[in-house]
């Protein structure tokens, strides 16, 4: 089966550091990768998505991500981080050539404080 | 921006107990979806439903566990009799119809039912 990995469970940053976050998946076809944000009291909302062409990826509110397909992994990355983006941050993968329900495989979570 | 909504926010029940969490998807999507997190774990997916009928399950919706759509509106999860590990937050999620392939469909999630069995 399929699993997602986040290596980093909290981040802390202060504000206009760069971010990283990693994201690594258990799985040699093609995949449909996403990440998602959850800030604090609200719902998942999507932040970008990668399916297929150009592997960088770029999203809402400034975030980017790179698929590498020779690593498994699928960074996000955002050159200089606010206040606004303490949230947690959540990986997930779906299989298209065995998943006929659209199962998204979340990753554990990277937890994200940036400090004033 | 359209929102799933899902109701009640928190849910209380005796172990034992049968239990319904709501969620209205987005109205235009046709593909739903449960997924739970129990604390410090993860988004763990239940199960999804298209065209009226389930289109996968994990391993965690056993017979417990069953999904509706009762009208053209609501999306529910009924667990039959609850266990105290079935506290978690249960969370909904709908996509939209698509041509291309549903899997290349972003899922919109609601805000998510806090579930605590006593």
């Known amino acids: 089966a399929q699993s997602v990995s986040q290596h980093n469970h909290h981040v802390i940053l202060s504000e206009a550091a760069s971010l990283e976050l990693g994201c690594n998946y258990s799985?040699?076809?093609?995949?449909?990768l996403f990440w998602y944000v959850q800030y604090p009291g609200q719902h998942l909302q999507l932040l970008l998505k990668?399916?297929?062409?150009?592997?960088l990826v770029k999203g809402i509110k400034g975030f980017e991500a790179e698929f590498i397909k020779s690593k498994f992994s699928f960074n996000l990355r955002k050159p200089s981080v606010q206040w606004s983006d303490t949230a947690e941050y959540f990986c997930a993968v779906i299989l298209p050539s065995n998943n006929a329900g659209n199962m998204l495989t979340f990753g554990g979570g990277t937890r994200l404080m940036v400090k004033p | 921006e359209p929102e799933v909504t899902q109701t009640p926010s928190h849910q209380v029940t005796q172990m034992g107990q049968e239990v319904i969490l709501r969620c209205v998807p987005i109205?235009?999507?046709?593909?739903f979806y449960w997924y739970r997190q129990i604390l410090g774990q993860k988004v763990e997916f239940l199960v999804s439903f298209y065209n009226n009928e389930i289109s996968e399950k994990s391993e965690i919706f056993d017979d417990q566990f069953s999904v509706e759509r009762p009208d053209g509106s609501n999306f529910t999860l009924k667990i039959r009799s609850t266990k105290l590990e079935d506290s978690a937050m249960y969370f909904c999620?709908?996509?939209?119809?698509?041509?291309?392939?549903?899997?290349?469909?972003?899922?919109?999630f609601g805000d998510g039912t806090r579930l605590s069995i006593l």
């Open positions: 990668y399916f297929s062409g150009d592997p």
């Open positions: 109205s235009n999507h046709l593909y």
């Open positions: 999620a709908s996509s939209p119809p698509v041509r291309a392939p549903a899997s290349n469909q972003p899922q919109h």
């Open positions: 799985y040699g076809g093609t995949v449909n």
